[in-house]
């Protein structure tokens, strides 16, 4: 298992310093720093000065040696707009993106599972056909499309729920079901198609010759195996939904880190932009690590072949 955890983590840190290059690279050759820095307006001059002032007339290894060297300080640079720290600026959005995340994937799970194994087990039903027609119709409809229809409806016609901000639980109902009603239809896919395959094993047909209730057999044995694909896209889609909230909340005006995201790719804040992606990226690689060593632990045929 120590093997296991030690070969992972180096494929993590590398994958993490591959996506801080290419993030860097792209932040100083797609928009001109110090263009976003003094405005479209400013001069020639002042330009000049700005990229003299920020190092940004060095040559791009140089400025990356020194970007490196303040990540291993903790320093993710300053705001080009407000002059913060950008650590301060994301540490006050992370805490409504994270619970954002948090009830958009308890939804999406407490759906998914329960219709997944209920698919499975009147496989090729009429309750097996709505299932699938329901999966199909939550991963066609865009999330920006299904945020607006639940703003109409729940916010504007029958007014029960806030529809913008994030100053309590209530705010993030609409914002969670929206996000989560995409992740849905992958995991319950995935679930009845788990528990169809795990229901037909020779073990669970012995289980039952040996008498044991069906009940024990379906939570005891077939869906704690059904469930080991289900934790590695349960990572994938929680990291997803930290990527994709930005879109939501944009939406629904929730002061998180997507929607600092849409508000400095729309000001040029590059550090700003850097800091939050490589962020996700390293949120998203940290989720897949442990959901490899969940999966190790739960089959052991795993940290064999690895």
């Known amino acids: 298992m120590l093997g296991f955890l030690f070969r992972r983590s180096l494929l993590a840190l590398f994958v993490v310093f591959a996506i ?14 110090a263009t976003g820095i003094a405005g ?36 993710l640079g300053r705001s080009y707009l407000s002059g913060e ?43 097996d056909r709505m299932a699938l027609t329901l999966a199909v119709v939550g991963q066609a409809v865009p999330n920006f499309w299904a945020g607006l229809l639940l703003i109409l409806l729940f916010g504007i016609k029958l007014g029960w729920l806030p ?33 169809i395959e795990v ?15 069906e ?9 704690r195996n059904a469930v080991l694909p289900v934790i590695s896209l349960t990572a994938v ?6 990527g994709g909230s930005i879109v939501v909340e944009s939406i629904f005006a929730v002061q998180g880190v ?20 490589l962020l996700i990226s390293m949120i998203y690689i940290l989720l897949t690590l442990f959901a490899d060593l969940a999966n190790a632990a739960l089959d052991p045929r795993i940290r064999s072949k690895a």
């Open 85 to 127: 720290p950008v650590g301060q600026i994301i540490a006050e959005r992370v805490p409504a993106t994270a619970l954002l995340a948090c009830l958009s994937l308890l939804f999406a799970l407490g759906i998914a599972i329960p219709l997944g194994v209920l698919a499975a087990l009147h496989a090729n039903s009429w309750l």
């Open 215 to 223: 009940g024990q057999i379906l939570f005891k044995y077939a869906l």
């Open 40 to 75: 479209d307006s400013a001069t020639d001059a002042d330009l000049a000065a700005i990229r003299v002032q920020y190092g940004f007339d060095q040559p791009l290894m140089t400025q990356y040696a020194g970007y490196l060297a303040d990540l291993a300080r903790g320093d």
């Open 163 to 195: 529809i913008s901000g994030s100053d309590s639980l209530a705010h993030f109902i609409l914002p969670a079901i929206t996000l989560g009603s995409f992740a849905m239809p992958a995991l319950m896919r995935l679930v009845r198609a788990g528990m």
């Open 20 to 33: 801080s290059v290419i993030t860097f690279v792209l932040s100083h050759v797609a928009v001109d720093p």
């Open 258 to 277: 997507g929607y600092l995201a849409w508000q400095s790719m729309s000001r040029s804040d590059m550090p700003v932009i850097q800091a939050i992606v």
């Open 237 to 242: 889609q929680f990291g997803f939904m930290l």
């Open 199 to 213: 229901l037909e094993a020779d073990y669970i047909r012995t289980a039952r010759a040996m008498g044991l209730g």
